[in-house]
């Protein structure tokens, strides 16, 4: 577990215009976040659009992301769904196809109840053998998981060793699950790091944010692990309007591929729908926000010319 620590970004998958997949982009976004400091990275969660993408396109973009990688950094791929035996084959193809660890949505369509949750989350722990990480993301699931049913979880089945806590008010609930299942627990942040600072105060180890400002929080987290509180907060100070701006709901994917094109990273921002795509408008708030950001500032041998 002492692998997953630290700034994971949520791939984005990268398009072409017409909407298929870019592999080439894909492949030179996974460079380009491991040469900004990733020290882990997330698949087909939202920021990856995970929930416009095909069974088959996920297993082509693990292999192409597997590769790529070659064992530099843990990979935590997303593997829920809303019935639990589909859950359970796909956690097994993940951890098959080279997942160091799986992100797991609760089975948010029927909305079980407690003893529900535990049994889906149960059948996918003892199917696999890597961690098993719990997103406890209610504002997306409408499923509310209470710390007392995650670290329980955490205390009785054998692979749930994480959680990614993005149920605000997300602080509170770090406390709590650090008390209630301490070191069985691995907990991250996420909602795009907007609490990264106080989470790691509170316990947590890392944040799950999106692939457009891993250098930022990478200087970030270099300066709180340094003990220098101070100036991570002003480099966060600094980057927050951004982060704020990303998180809106259908939109934020949108501006962080916005981001990535214009740095030259990847060949189109396109996204699929249903999420939005940016106007006139959108693109040049962006552009203000990254004014004076330094954002890229590391200096990237794959930058387009």
């Known amino acids: 577990m002492t692998r997953f620590h630290g700034v994971f970004p949520i791939i984005n998958t990268t398009f072409r215009d017409d909407g298929a997949l870019d592999l080439e982009s894909q492949r030179r976004l996974v460079r380009f976040l491991i040469d900004a400091g990733a020290h882990g990275l997330g698949l087909f969660g939202n920021a990856s659009e995970g929930y416009a993408l095909s069974e088959s396109g996920r297993r082509t973009l693990l292999e192409v992301i597997v590769r790529e990688v070659d064992g530099r950094v843990p990979l935590v791929v997303s593997s829920g769904h809303t019935g639990t035996d589909v859950a359970v084959a796909i956690s097994r193809d993940m951890e098959a196809m080279g997942a160091d660890a799986l992100m797991v949505l609760p089975p948010?369509?029927?909305?079980?109840?407690?003893?529900g949750i535990f049994r889906y989350f149960r059948a996918i722990s003892d199917a696999v053998r890597i961690p098993v990480m719990v997103q406890d993301a209610p504002l997306m699931t409408q499923?509310?998981?209470?710390?007392?049913l995650l670290a329980r979880m955490a205390l009785e089945l054998e692979n749930v060793r994480l959680v990614k806590v993005e149920a605000p008010p997300t602080?509170?609930?770090?406390?709590?699950?650090r008390a209630l299942a301490g070191d069985r627990l691995t907990l991250f942040g996420g909602?795009?790091?907007?609490f990264f600072l106080e989470e790691l105060a509170r316990g947590a180890v890392g944040t799950m944010?999106?692939?457009d400002m891993t250098d930022i929080f990478r200087a970030i987290w270099d300066s709180y692990q340094r003990g220098d509180h101070s100036s991570a907060r002003d480099q966060f100070a600094r980057a927050l309007p951004l982060i704020r701006y990303e998180l809106q709901p259908g939109l934020g994917v949108a501006v962080m591929k916005?981001?990535?094109?214009?740095?030259?990273?990847?060949?189109?921002?396109?996204v699929r729908h249903p999420t939005r795509s940016l106007d006139d408008v959108d693109i040049a708030e962006i552009r203000a926000l990254r004014g004076g950001l330094q954002l890229f500032a590391f200096r990237w041998a794959g930058q387009r010319a």
């Open 258 to 270: 916005r981001n990535l094109f214009d740095a030259g990273v990847i060949a189109s921002p396109a």
């Open 108 to 115: 948010y369509y029927v909305k079980p109840d407690a003893e």
């Open 191 to 194: 909602l795009n790091g907007n």
């Open 171 to 177: 602080t509170p609930k770090v406390s709590r699950l």
């Open 143 to 148: 499923l509310p998981m209470g710390a007392d």
């Open 209 to 211: 944010p999106g692939s």
